[in-house]
C-alpha cells in the first residue's frame, strides 16, 4: 500500500510549521482547507488552500467603504488592481455584505516552504496595514489620489483605527 499526497498536505504542513514556530497551539485547518488568523488583535487574516491550481490564498478586509464618495474609493481600488506596482501584485475588493474593501494574495504551494510563506505572510501584513491606513484616511474625507468627489451627497461614514504593531512581533489569536 502506498501513501498518496494530497495537494492539501503542503498547506496544512505549512501552517502547522508556522503556528509550531509562532508557538501558536491548536491551529486547525477545516474540511474545506480554511483557517484564519487575528493578528494584533483585530486583523483578521482568511488562509484558504484552493485545491484546483493548489496554491494559497490570503485575504483580510482592509476597511468599511465610506458613504460619501463610496464610487470614487471603489472605482480608485478597482484601478488599482491594474497596477501592479501599487497593488504589489495583490488584488482589492469589496465585500458587499460587509461594506468592506479587502485585500487578497493568491500564489502557488508547487514551490512552497516555511521560508517562502513567513516572507510571502509579511509582505502580506504590510500591505493590509499599509491599505487599512489608506481606507482610515478615506473614510475621514481625504479622497485617493487622482480621485475626484463622485457627486454623491451621501454624508457621514465610518470611522476606524488598526492595532498594527508592524514594528514588533505579531500577536496571533487562531479564528475560526
Not at 505549512?14 to 483557517?35: K, M, P, T
Not at 509582505?123 to 489608506?134: A, I, M, N, S, T
Amino acid at each position: 500500500m502506498s501513501l498518496t499526497f494530497m495537494p492539501i498536505d503542503t498547506f496544512t504542513d505549512i501552517l502547522h510549521e508556522f503556528a509550531n514556530r509562532i508557538n501558536l497551539s491548536g491551529l486547525q485547518v477545516d474540511s474545506s482547507g480554511y483557517c484564519c488568523l487575528d493578528v494584533d488583535q483585530g486583523t483578521l487574516i482568511h488562509l484558504k488552500h484552493e485545491n484546483k491550481r493548489d496554491s494559497m490564498i490570503f485575504i483580510a478586509e482592509i476597511g468599511q467603504i465610506p458613504e460619501t464618495n463610496a464610487g470614487s474609493i471603489l472605482r480608485y481600488l478597482l484601478r488599482i488592481n491594474n497596477d501592479p506596482e501599487e497593488s504589489k501584485g495583490m488584488t482589492l475588493s469589496y465585500n458587499a455584505e460587509s461594506n468592506n474593501a479587502a485585500i487578497g494574495y493568491q500564489f502557488p504551494l508547487r514551490f512552497m516552504d516555511i521560508g517562502k510563506f513567513e516572507e510571502f505572510f509579511k509582505v502580506f501584513l504590510d500591505e493590509v496595514d499599509r491599505w487599512k491606513q489608506k481606507m482610515v484616511l478615506y473614510t475621514q474625507g481625504t479622497l485617493p489620489k487622482g480621485e475626484e468627489a463622485s457627486g454623491e451627497n451621501n454624508v457621514g461614514g465610518t470611522s476606524s483605527s488598526t492595532n498594527s504593531t508592524s514594528k514588533g512581533t505579531p500577536e496571533f489569536i487562531i479564528g475560526a
